[in-house]
């Protein structure tokens, strides 16, 4: 490469990279707007006050507000909208499908189920409780990865035979739900549809930390495989060409997809659209190169989960609509907009 072709490419990634700075300004921008948001209608300086003054003896129900209530909701929809944004980033990548999403192969309808046979049969832990209908959802995922992953490599790790298994495996844990949804009382049916469409209402710290974790462990493994991942778009030739098995790549990424995921859905329930647009956002602002595209993928799903979380608060005042409903609604102009804007750039 020539010295002028260097620096050409030089500036260009420090562009980029300036992008991938800006979305993470504009994330916490829209974090502070969502804790200064919400039903009860507190004073913005009251709850800034709140917040970086480490909390007010005084009134102790402000300080359960900001610290109990609306900053681990909004922590949550920031973890919970980075896992989805990564998830979807590397489904599309390792499918080669612009429509992929964390959904495509079936994860979430699964952890829907297993949540929903929790609530149905009121079965509890012993210890902790509150992590039953997690670990329930958890689980359920887990079993539908490997099943996913098992059917792969039978027929051969293709994205065509892990579209299909995955499109199986969705319409399956979707009758599924369909049949516990027919079965319960209606009491209990209310507990398993609003946990259905997504919330944050019951996000707690327990949650994020280990929501968190999950991503983190998801991640740690792909670090060194991002020029690889790049690699994969130019298609599986050329990588095989460069000495990587594309098989043994799609497995390994489609686990950390899995457990992202599961991460994503089992203390909030199911989130559509983000982790289908958050990276056409990402690759519109960067490009391919993986280095650039997972991370703004990831602030790009959090940004959009936080400005879900914002609406949900303002659509009906002194109430939060489940967040799940507003990112299908926002969601679809979102994305026939990005179409229309992007053109030729768009895939």
């Not at 200064?36 to 913005?44: C, S, T």
């Not at 229309?340 to 768009?346: A, G, N, Q």
Request: net charge positive.
């Amino acid at each position: 490469m020539s010295g002028a072709a260097a620096q050409a490419y030089g500036l260009r990634q420090r562009r980029l990279a300036g992008r991938v700075a800006g979305g993470g300004i504009a994330l916490a921008v829209l974090l502070l707007g969502d804790l200064l948001v919400g039903p009860a209608f507190l004073h913005p300086a009251d709850v800034l006050a709140t917040l970086f003054g480490g909390g007010n003896a005084a009134d102790p129900a402000l300080h359960a507000i900001v610290w109990s209530i609306r900053l681990p909701m909004s922590l949550m929809a920031v973890v919970v909208g980075m896992a989805l944004g990564l998830a979807g980033a590397l489904m599309q990548t390792i499918l080669g499908n612009p429509l992929a999403s964390p959904y495509t192969l079936g994860l979430s309808a699964a952890a829907g189920f297993g949540a929903s046979v929790t609530i149905l049969t009121g079965f509890s832990l012993p210890v902790l409780p509150q992590l039953t209908v997690p670990l329930a959802a958890f689980v359920a995922a887990a079993g539908a990865s490997l099943s996913v992953a098992a059917l792969a490599r039978l027929r051969g790790v293709t994205p065509e035979v892990m579209v299909l298994a995955g499109i199986a495996i969705l319409f399956l844990f979707q009758s599924l739900q369909s049949l516990s949804q027919y079965l319960a009382a209606p009491e209990v049916l209310q507990q398993i549809v609003f946990w259905l469409f997504g919330s944050m209402l019951k996000a707690s710290w327990t949650g994020i930390w280990i929501a968190a974790s999950l991503c983190v462990v998801a991640v740690l493994p792909l670090l060194g495989d991002l020029w690889k991942l790049t690699a994969m778009r130019l298609g599986d030739d050329r990588l095989a060409s460069l000495g990587v098995d594309p098989a043994r790549l799609r497995v390994k990424v489609f686990l950390s997809v899995s457990l992202l995921t599961t991460a994503a859905v089992a203390f909030v329930g199911t989130i559509g659209f983000v982790g289908l647009v958050a990276p056409h956002i990402a690759r519109w602002a960067t490009g391919e190169d993986h280095r650039l595209l997972l991370p703004m993928s990831a602030l790009s799903g959090a940004g959009l989960l936080v400005a879900a979380s914002i609406l949900s608060k303002l659509i009906a005042p002194g109430a939060v609509v489940p967040i799940g409903i507003v990112t299908a609604i926002v969601g679809v102009p979102f994305l026939f907009g990005l179409i229309l804007k992007s053109r030729s750039r768009f895939w």
